[in-house]
Nanobody
Framework: QVQLVESGGGLVQAGGSLRLSCAHS????????MGWYRQAPGKQRELVAA???????DYADSVKGRFTISRNNAKDTMYLQMNSLKPEDTAVYYC??????????????WGQGTQVTVSS
C-alpha cells in the first residue's frame, strides 16, 4: 500500500523558515507529478507548488519567490522550503503524488497533512 509520510511542520514566527518533507514508501511505474497543497480553516484546499517528472516547477502567486519545491529521486522524497513565512501561510499542508502504478493504473495519493502555523 502506498504511503506518503510528511514531516517538518510546526510553529514559526513571521519571517521565519520551515522545510517540509514528503517521503513515499512504494515503487511506481512512473510519477507524473508531485505537489504540495494547503488548506486553511474555512477555506478550500489550494495548490501551493508542483514539480513534474521533468523537474518543471509551478507555484501559486502568493508563494512565488518565497517557497521552493524540490525532489530527491534517490530518496523518494519531496521537499518544500518555505522562507519569509507570513501569518496567511498558516494551514495544514498536504503532499500529493500523481503516479502510474506497476499495474499501469493512474492514481492520486495524499499525505496525512502537517500543520504549519505562522505567528505575527
Amino acid at each position: 500500500q502506498v504511503q506518503l509520510v510528511e514531516s517538518g511542520g510546526g510553529l514559526v514566527q513571521a519571517g521565519g523558515s520551515l522545510r517540509l518533507s514528503c517521503a513515499h514508501s512504494s515503487s511506481f511505474f512512473r510519477i507524473n507529478a508531485m505537489g504540495w497543497y494547503r488548506q486553511a480553516p474555512g477555506k478550500q484546499r489550494e495548490l501551493v507548488a508542483a514539480i513534474t517528472s521533468d523537474g518543471n516547477t509551478d507555484y501559486a502567486d502568493s508563494v512565488k519567490g518565497r517557497f521552493t519545491i524540490s525532489r530527491n529521486n534517490a530518496k523518494d522524497t519531496m521537499y518544500l522550503q518555505m522562507n519569509s513565512l507570513k501569518p496567511e501561510d498558516t494551514a495544514v499542508y498536504y503532499c500529493n503524488i500523481q503516479a502510474v502504478t506497476l499495474l499501469r493504473r493512474t492514481n492520486d495519493y495524499w499525505g496525512q497533512g502537517t500543520q504549519v502555523t505562522v505567528s505575527s
